[in-house]
């Protein structure tokens, strides 16, 4: 008849000496106890590390263990599940046989594994951005591909911003050539100028009035033809 309380104590003996700085008891009845387990990792490389915890049965190792993982570091949900997974096959394979060690293991095996696939999934998002930036900088600097198409519509907002420059040119230079010009050139090129006052007299018609007693007759006048000073503009001198 097994004595399983005999195999699960000797087991523990080894345990205790192979981790010694991770092993930690966390109850004696049910015997109940965690393991840290740490991936390899280089220099400059980050690890990932996952706290198993392990309760013996009463028919352990005839019976599996039961597990979970404690805590974890590094790891996604994903990596979780495949740890899980993995227990799982180890123990079934393993009945009958103390299996803490092969458990252990084959998870330090697996976050091993994990590292690299971290790692390459960091070296393949690495080249990804780079090609990204290539192709980038190679489109600023190829430019976009001329067609058909979009050359001819290029063109015909090209002529229409030339012909809107040139009809501001010619509408600025007009204004500016009007600005230099004489009275005299004003009324020469402007012909309203010349047809003003004859239109206005025209629309006065007979309606301009003059005020006669505003003028006196010639021969009222007291001038002194022979005066050498007379002015005929400038009166008597009696005014």
């Known amino acids: ?68 993982i404690f805590s974890r570091e590094n790891l996604e949900d994903g990596d979780e599940e495949e740890i899980l997974t993995l227990l799982q096959q180890q123990a079934e394979e393993n009945l009958g046989m103390v299996m803490i060690f092969t458990l252990v293991t084959a998870v330090q095996e697996k976050l091993n594994e994990m590292v690299d696939q971290i790692k390459n999934r960091r070296e393949e998002e690495k080249v990804r951005q780079e090609r990204e930036a290539e192709e980038a900088e190679k489109v600023s600097f190829q430019g976009t591909v001329v067609t058909i198409e979009n050359f001819l519509a290029w063109k015909a907002r090209f002529e229409l911003e030339v012909a809107e420059i040139r009809r501001r040119r010619q509408k600025d230079e007009e204004q500016a050539g009007k600005l230099k010009l004489t009275g005299k050139q004003l009324f020469e090129t402007d012909h309203n100028l010349d047809t003003s006052d004859i239109q206005f007299l025209e629309e006065a018609g007979n309606n301009v009035e003059v005020d006669e007693s505003l003028f006196q007759e010639i021969d009222d006048l007291d001038l002194d033809e022979d005066d050498p000073d007379f002015n005929p503009l400038e009166g008597s001198d009696e005014d």
């Open 1 to 68: 008849m097994t004595d399983y309380a005999e195999e699960q104590r000797n087991e523990l003996e080894a345990i205790e000496s192979i981790y010694p700085d991770s092993y930690t008891v966390l109850s004696d009845e049910p015997i109940s106890f965690t393991i840290t387990v740490t991936s390899d990792a280089a220099e400059n490389e980050e690890s990932v590390e996952a706290t198993l915890k392990f309760t013996y049965v009463e028919k352990y190792p005839d019976e599996p263990p039961e597990w979970e």
